[in-house]
C-alpha cells in the first residue's frame, strides 16, 4: 500500500464522515475506490480525492471539488487526532481490499440534508448514516 494513498483517503474519510459509524466510513473510502475502478474518473485515490478545477497557482476552485472540504477555503489538517486515527485505520482497511463490493458500485454520495440536481439522475443505492450512495449508470 503506498503511504500517499493511504494518508490521501484517511483525510477524506476524516473530513467527510467523521462523525459516522465505522460502516459509514468504509462507505466513503469505498465511493473512492469505487470511482478508480471507473474509467470516467482517475486512476489513483489521491487523484480521484482532489480532482476538480484548480487556479494557476495550483489551489483548487473554491465549491467546485468532488469533495467538498478540499476546496472549502478551511484548514484540512486533522483537529480531532483521535477520530483521524480512527478514519485512518479505516482507509488502511478499504486500501487493502477488504470490502470491494459494498455499496453495489456506488460512485457518489451527498449527505441527507442537501439535494444536489444530479442526485435525480442516479440510481440510489442506500443511505448510511447521513450520507446517500448512488451509482452513476
Not at 53 to 77: E, I, M
Not at 88 to 97: H, I
Amino acid at each position: 500500500m503506498i503511504a500517499e494513498a493511504l494518508a490521501c483517503m484517511a483525510l477524506n474519510i476524516y473530513h467527510e464522515a467523521r462523525n459516522e459509524s465505522t460502516v459509514g466510513q468504509l462507505a466513503v473510502a469505498q465511493v473512492v475506490m469505487n470511482r478508480v475502478g471507473d474509467d470516467r474518473f482517475p486512476d489513483t485515490p489521491c487523484e480521484v480525492i482532489y480532482d476538480g478545477p484548480h487556479t494557476n497557482n495550483g489551489h483548487p476552485v473554491k465549491d467546485r471539488c468532488q469533495f467538498s472540504w478540499y476546496c472549502d477555503g478551511l484548514a484540512d489538517k486533522p483537529r480531532n487526532q483521535r477520530a483521524y486515527e480512527v478514519a485512518y485505520e479505516n482507509a488502511k482497511t478499504v486500501l487493502e481490499g477488504h470490502y470491494f463490493g459494498l455499496l453495489d458500485g456506488a460512485t457518489h454520495y451527498h449527505a441527507d440534508y442537501v439535494s444536489p440536481r444530479w442526485a435525480n439522475y442516479h440510481t440510489r443505492i442506500v443511505k448510511i448514516d447521513s450520507h446517500i450512495f448512488y451509482r452513476w449508470d
